[in-house]
């Protein structure tokens, strides 16, 4: 007779482009460099949209600062969703461009410019049945 064997809950990222480390301070977000032409992305890669080669590319650590490269003020969103929220473009240091929220600051447009600098953070965000835990990232005025 199989036994049923249990799986401890683990520790998560809720996408494929954020590294967990041992501690939320530790945790990073990884990406690929064009080996022809040195371009960075956020997450693999199979095609560089800079010089057209199809690599090969290297995973590499991207950085965890930035600056905001544009945003925008969502005011109506799913039901599940807090509105409103900024929703921005960062310019990491070093290369790579990220889709993420700015939080920590009031959502209003005086509150933001464009090229300020901002810096990630991670959290856990939501859990599911089996009781893993997921771990997102943000961003927020450095
Ligand atoms: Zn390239």
Redesign the pocket.
Same mark, same amino acid.
């Given at each position: 007779m199989a036994e049923a064997t249990a799986v401890a809950p683990e520790l998560r990222p809720l996408v494929p482009h954020l590294t967990l480390g041992a501690t939320r301070e530790e945790d990073y977000l990884n990406g690929s460099v /064009?080996k022809? #032409?040195g371009?960075k992305y956020v997450g693999p890669r199979l095609f /560089?949209a800079? #010089?057209s080669?199809p690599g090969p590319f290297d995973t590499v650590k991207l950085a965890s600062t930035g600056e905001l490269h544009v945003f925008t003020i969502i005011h109506q969103a799913t039901p599940y969703v807090k509105a409103p929220y900024i929703a921005a473009i960062v310019d990491l240091d070093g290369g790579g461009s990220i889709n993420t929220n700015i939080v920590g600051i009031e959502p209003k447009p005086e509150n933001l410019q464009f090229g300020m600098r901002v810096k990630m953070f991670t959290e856990k965000v939501s859990e599911d049945n089996e009781g893993n835990s997921y771990v997102a990232y943000r961003f927020t005025p450095a």
């Open positions: /064009c022809n #032409c371009t /560089c800079k #010089c080669s």
